[in-house]
């Protein structure tokens, strides 16, 4: 196979021989968690860098040729570029990586992750939120670990929608059309230079899928596009938007997904030796490779074992709505092909997948992933309880605690969102390879020495960063005219930064509750507007296109943030992605979370914000369950029983009492150099304990030791 296209050659081209391997570096996502390469590019043009929200691809297509020629013969820039290539060219070869060092030979064939949705840089806009950065994050992981690694998921020619909120506050969806030129994004060609194309049978026609690929560090991502000439207009929109469309077009893209997937890792002629399926989307992979295996000559009941014995899967969702699930008649209109193939009769086809739900019994792709898988894990601990409730109806001659659903907590990649100032100051106190052992609780002792005020001073730079970018999205936004005046207000321009400020931001579902903070208006104001203790607030988030109630919120939200009686002191972020994610858990002081127990099932952003010494405020529901521990943050606790509004009631008032008792006085409690000591040793706790347990590191090794490598021996 060949990846070289026309535009990652015109790069090439476009750069004196003596920094041309600037291409490969930009045809490597390695390059978005490391520093140094991020600083190169930084330096080539920071202008463009900025302009192009980071994206080395597009700066390098667009850029004066003065300015690399310029650059080709600057030592500090040749110094700089020569380490950078050295550090990537030793990273990615085999190096010294945990992988292959503790699983010698565990893994002949790969590990296939299959995801609707990848987050790795914003820049490549197909993903969503939480699922799609964790699986971004999962990536990029098992590249630092050495875990041999290939996703499978989609290109969205219009990706997710980019979210505009108006003067009335009711959120509109943007879709840009994604220009693959501008993205790393590289065609798999055959032997003749042609683009690979898998073909998936879809109701009566086939429908085609050409294959991308994304190297991402050691690892790469095979992406499948159904926006081809040969394919009928309704099939090229396919995988033109993410989670769009109706029930036709969801299946439809879970075909492709599944069954595509399966046949796309054969035309790169991999043999992977286990499936991770993340989230019930990618569900009919199992059906495919039971196909594939029951031709083969194996009994359906053989290929099943088998299937089962390679198979992982990972739910994430604790509301049962959230669940994938098509009627008979839909799954008979697109998979009608596949009893026979599978030598299974109507009925018993139907069975795979049936799960008596609320509405009757319907094809629930969560219920299929989880007969044919023998690994399954919910992603926290909570969660894994919540799930093995839900799903007890699969298993009802075992009592409850005994489904069979694990759990592995959620983790993030933590070269992903910790960096700069921080950065800096590890390396000058804990080590200088910090980020090479950083799961190991021990090197975070070191927290201790460093001081109070240094750790203080870092903050205040990161705050004052997210300060300005906030500042400087409004002022464009305005000076383009696509803002009017009374938005700039709620845009966060005024916002203080010596006020004590916290995050809110994530999607706009019913059950996050953005609007509990509002439920005592003349209480919330006395604690913004207090004279001497300022507190202020930032929300982001998007709600799904089609979900009016979370649309409702946000107008709700906004509508506070344009409010003069708030002062300016709540603020919404439009168009909340991973850039703007980054900002925010590096720059606000406290990070809330108020989800509606048990419905968050893990919650990573409060993950990224903790490690960044931010801590949180939150229900004790997902992953803050068990990251809480008295020290580094603070808990709303369960009301164990009354109904949702005596529940809101209660997290409420409690919410509002933390602010008022604990939260307000331990940051403006401050030494005589205006350190507010004892806040900064609840920020050193957050560190301590997110970072060597709440990184992608410690899950991506769990799902490694627990999943990966005893699925791998159901290969042989
Ligand atoms: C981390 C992240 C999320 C997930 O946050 P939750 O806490 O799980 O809601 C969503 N969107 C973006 C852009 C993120 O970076």
């Not at 207000?489 to 010596?498: K, N, R």
Request: hydrophobic share 40%; charged share 25%.
């Amino acid at each position: 196979m060949q990846y070289a296209d026309s535009c990652s050659i015109k790069v090439r081209e476009k750069l004196p021989p003596r920094i041309e391997r600037l291409t490969d570096l930009a045809y490597n996502m390695w390059w978005s968690w490391h520093q140094e390469a991020r600083d190169l590019f930084k330096m080539l043009d920071y202008a463009h860098w900025r302009s192009t929200n980071h994206n080395p691809v597009r700066m390098l297509l667009e850029i004066e040729p003065e300015l690399v020629q310029a650059a080709a013969q600057d030592p500090l820039f040749l110094r700089h570029y020569d380490a950078v290539m050295l550090t990537f060219d030793r990273d990615l070869g085999n190096g010294h990586l945990w992988f292959p060092k503790a699983h010698p030979d565990a893994l002949p064939g790969p590990v296939a992750y299959f995801s609707a949705e990848f987050g790795v840089h914003q820049s490549l806009p197909v993903y969503s939120g939480g699922l799609g950065v964790l699986a971004g994050d999962h990536i990029k992981e098992a590249s630092d670990l050495g875990v041999p690694f290939v996703g499978v998921g989609f290109i969205y020619s219009q990706g997710y929608f980019r979210q505009r909120i108006p003067s009335h506050g009711w959120q509109e969806a943007v879709y840009p059309q994604l220009k693959t030129e501008y993205t790393p994004l590289l065609p798999i060609l055959d032997g003749e230079g042609r683009q690979v194309r898998v073909r998936v049978r879809l109701v009566g026609q086939e429908v085609q899928a050409a294959l991308w690929r994304l190297n991402v560090g050691r690892a790469y991502l095979c992406l499948m596009d159904t926006d081809v000439e040969e394919n009928a207009p309704w099939d090229r929109g396919l995988s033109a938007r993410l989670y769009g469309g109706d029930r036709e077009m969801r299946i439809s893209q879970e075909v492709v997904l599944g069954i595509g997937g399966v046949q796309a890792l054969r035309a790169l002629g991999l043999e992977p030796h286990v499936w991770h399926m993340n989230e019930g989307h990618s569900a009919f992979v199992v059906l495919e490779r039971m196909r594939e295996l029951v031709e083969k000559g194996l009994s359906f009941e053989e290929a099943a074992e088998k299937v089962r014995a390679t198979t992982v899967f990972t739910t994430h969702t604790p509301v049962p709505a959230g669940h994938d699930a098509f009627s008979f008649s839909l799954v008979e209109k697109y998979l009608r092909h596949y009893w026979d193939l599978l030598g299974l009769t109507r009925e018993q086809f139907l069975e795979l997948g049936r799960y008596d739900g609320p509405e009757g019994p319907r094809f629930n792709m969560t219920a299929l992933a989880l007969r044919f898988s023998d690994y399954r894990n919910g992603v926290s601990r909570l969660h894994g309880e919540v799930s093995r409730r839900m799903w007890h109806s699969l298993w009802p001659e075992r009592p409850e605690d005994r489904v069979p659903i694990d759990h592995i907590t959620n983790g993030v990649h933590l070269p992903s969102w910790i960096y700069g100032a921080l950065g800096r100051l590890f390396d000058k106190y804990l080590r200088s390879d910090w980020r090479a052992i950083h799961d190991d609780p021990t090197l975070w002792e070191r927290l201790d020495e460093i001081p109070a005020r240094e750790l203080w001073a870092v903050h205040q730079e990161q705050k004052r960063k997210m300060m300005g970018f906030i500042r400087e999205r409004a002022r464009r936004r305005r000076i383009s005219g696509e803002m009017d005046p009374d938005q700039v207000l709620a845009a966060g321009a005024f916002l203080d930064p010596e006020a004590l400020t916290i995050g809110f931001a994530r999607r706009f579902a019913t059950y996050k509750r953005a609007t509990l903070l509002f439920r005592d208006l003349e209480r919330l104001k006395r604690i913004i507007h207090n004279l001497h203790r300022p507190v202020q607030f930032i929300f982001a988030g998007k709600a799904h296109p089609a979900d009016e109630a979370g649309k409702l919120l946000i107008q709700q939200v906004y509508g506070m943030a344009k409010d003069p009686a708030m002062g300016g002191r709540i603020a919404f972020v439009e168009d909340y992605d991973m850039h703007v994610a980054r900002y925010l858990v590096q720059g606000v002081d406290l990070w809330l979370n108020t989800p509606r127990r048990p419905y968050e099932a893990s919650g990573t952003s409060g993950q990224k914000a903790a490690m960044n010494g931010v801590p949180s405020l939150s229900v004790l529901d997902g992953w803050w369950a068990e990251g809480y521990d008295g020290k580094n943050g603070w808990a709303i606790p369960p009301l164990e029983d009354g109904g949702q509004d005596a529940q809101d009631a209660h997290d409420a008032e409690f919410l509002y009492r933390l602010l008022e008792e604990e939260v307000v006085p331990l940051f403006y409690s401050r030494d005589a150099d205006g350190v507010p000591r004892g806040w900064v040793e609840v920020m050193k706790e957050a560190i301590r304990i997110a970072a060597p347990s709440f990184c992608a590191r410690r899950m991506v090794k769990e799902y490694t030791t627990r999943f990966y490598v005893p699925a791998a021996r159901g290969e042989e």
